[in-house]
């Protein structure tokens, strides 16, 4: 499978504790995008990667969320002191900068703080 | 402030008509369009895309219309099937198909044997 793997896909978590999600992207694509996507809303952009380089975080990003992509290959999104406005899907997706395709979508974790 | 807006959360038709899903947008800084389908629990698969500079592209039962001026776009789907039933989101970059996108809440179709 060359698609883009997301682990895990479900969480669980109590509130207040801290959760990691990991994010590998298709091999030869340098972007990499989490998204977070909540009941009948549509994904809304968190942050964006081009290599290692963090280059764009929404204001949704609040500073209890963090993301790395240390080797420029995959990522881990990062979440700490969870709340319970923080379940959701998160997404992640990547594409070839320079390329003229589009982003390729993981299946996506699923958050729920209880 | 939604930029991206898909103003029917839902949508039925029967099997073997048209669908169309619409999709409205306010920043004329927008140069592609993109549209994925998602099944529940999974990620969004992408479908189809237009380029500012055109106003159709086809492919297969799927055709996308871009109305600049209106600032609308609309997702044809000919002959839909039930396989077709699911979110439908409506997606826009101003870099490329592979940018940032900022998505419309989505509609979910159900096409009926």
């Given at each position: 499978d060359t698609g883009v793997s997301q682990d895990p896909r479900h969480k669980i978590t109590k509130r207040g504790q801290n959760v990691t999600f990991r994010c590998d992207p298709i091999s030869e694509h340098n972007r990499l995008y989490w998204?977070?996507?909540?009941?009948?809303?549509?994904?809304?952009?968190?942050?964006?990667?081009?290599?290692?380089?963090?280059?764009?975080?929404?204001?949704?990003?609040?500073?209890?969320?963090?993301?790395?992509?240390?080797?420029?290959?995959?990522?881990?999104?990062?979440i700490q002191r969870t709340e319970q406005g923080d379940s959701a899907m998160y997404l992640c997706?990547?594409?070839?900068?320079?390329?003229?395709?589009?982003?390729?979508?993981?299946?996506?974790?699923?958050l729920t703080v209880v | 402030d939604q930029q991206v807006k898909q103003n029917s959360p839902s949508l039925s038709v029967q099997e073997g008509?048209?669908?169309?899903?619409?999709?409205?947008?306010t920043n004329s800084m927008f140069d592609?369009?993109?549209?994925?389908?998602?099944?529940?629990?999974?990620?969004?698969?992408?479908?189809?895309?237009?380029?500012?500079i055109k106003d159709k592209n086809e492919?297969?039962?799927?055709?996308?219309?871009?109305?600049?001026?209106?600032?609308?776009?609309?997702?044809?789907?000919?002959?839909?099937?039930?396989?077709?039933?699911a979110v439908y989101f409506c997606a826009a970059s101003m870099v490329s198909p592979g940018g940032k996108l900022i998505f419309g809440q989505g509609t979910e179709l159900s096409v009926k044997p």
């Open positions: 998204y977070r996507q909540t009941l009948g809303q549509g994904p809304e952009f968190l942050t964006y990667f081009q290599n290692e380089a963090q280059l764009e975080k929404s204001r949704l990003l609040s500073d209890r969320f963090s993301a790395e992509r240390p080797k420029g290959s995959f990522s881990t999104l990062e997706a990547s594409s070839l900068r320079g390329g003229d395709t589009e982003a390729f979508f993981g299946q996506g974790t699923r | 008509r048209i669908s169309i899903l619409n999709c409205d947008y592609y369009f993109l549209w994925y389908k998602k099944y529940p629990a999974e990620g969004p698969t992408f479908l189809i895309s237009i380029s500012s492919d297969g039962r799927f055709t996308v219309f871009l109305n600049k001026s209106a600032k609308h776009l609309s997702l044809h789907i000919v002959p839909s099937q039930p396989g077709d039933s």
